[in-house]
T-cell receptor, first 113, second 113 residues
Framework: AQSVAQPEDQVNVAEGNPLTVKCTYS??????LFWYVQYPNRGLQFLLK??????LVKGSYGFEAEFNKSQTSFHLKKPSALVSDSALYFC???????????FGAGTRLTVKP | ETGVTQSPTHLIKTRGQQVTLRCSSQ?????VSWYQQALGQGPQFIFQ???????GRGNFPPRFSGLQFPNYSSELNVNALELDDSALYLC????????????FGPGTRLTVT
């Protein structure tokens, strides 16, 4: 079965510094990978996806993610963090057999001024 | 363009009761997926509806059922509520089942006492 893991419950960075939120995946076949962000009392917002093609995927709000097949990772990155980036981030993988989106447990990102 | 809306925002029910949650898809979207997000966890896939038919189901018992209407709005019904059903229920719409971008509503917070 497809799955993703987010090894860090919490990531803290200073404003202006680069940020990385980690995700590893386990899939059979080609992975369809996603990042979503959730702000308090709101639903999830789509950030970016990897289906095929370039390993570096660019998404919304200046975020990007690097697909690494050998390390089975799909880490979310941003060159310069903003305080407003503070939120809960979810990595997800799509299971094409069941039209099922499998989410990780989430990583809480806190950007301090 | 209207986004995904859900009603009600909050709901309190007693164990053993039944509940109906509602979702209106983003304009033009014909696919709706429902997720359960327990506190501190990632969303878990309940099922997906495409053109009024169930099109995939996660590991949830039959007391979780759904409907999709001709206008692509959707309902999630839960019978015989249990305390563990307390969660945020998220609805997500997409254009066709093979589209990888899902647009989430703000969710319905269900509390079972």
């Amino acid at each position: 079965a497809q799955s993703v893991a987010q090894p860090e419950d919490q990531v803290n960075v200073a404003e202006g510094n680069p940020l990385t939120v980690k995700c590893t995946y386990s899939v059979s076949g080609n992975p369809y990978l996603f990042w979503y962000v959730q702000y308090p009392n709101r639903g999830l917002q789509f950030l970016l996806k990897y289906i095929t093609g370039d390993n570096l995927v660019k998404g919304s709000y200046g975020f990007e993610a690097e697909f690494n097949k050998s390390q089975t990772s799909f880490h979310l990155k941003k060159p310069s963090a903003l305080v407003s980036d503070s939120a809960l981030y979810f990595c997800a993988v799509r299971d094409a057999e069941n039209n099922d989106m499998r989410f990780g447990a989430g990583t809480r990102l806190t950007v301090k001024p | 363009e209207t986004g995904v809306t859900q009603s009600p925002t909050h709901l309190i029910k007693t164990r053993g009761q039944q509940v109906t949650l509602r979702c209106s898809s983003q304009s033009g979207h014909n696919t709706v997926s429902w997720y359960q997000q327990a506190l501190g966890q990632g969303p878990q896939f309940i099922f997906q509806y495409y053109r009024e038919e169930e099109n995939g189901r996660g590991n949830f018992p039959p007391r979780f059922s759904g409907l999709q209407f001709p206008n692509y709005s959707s309902e999630l019904n839960v019978n015989a509520l249990e305390l563990d059903d307390s969660a945020l229920y998220l609805c997500a719409s997409s254009l066709e089942t093979a589209t990888y971008e899902q647009y989430f509503g703000p969710g319905t917070r269900l509390t079972v006492t």
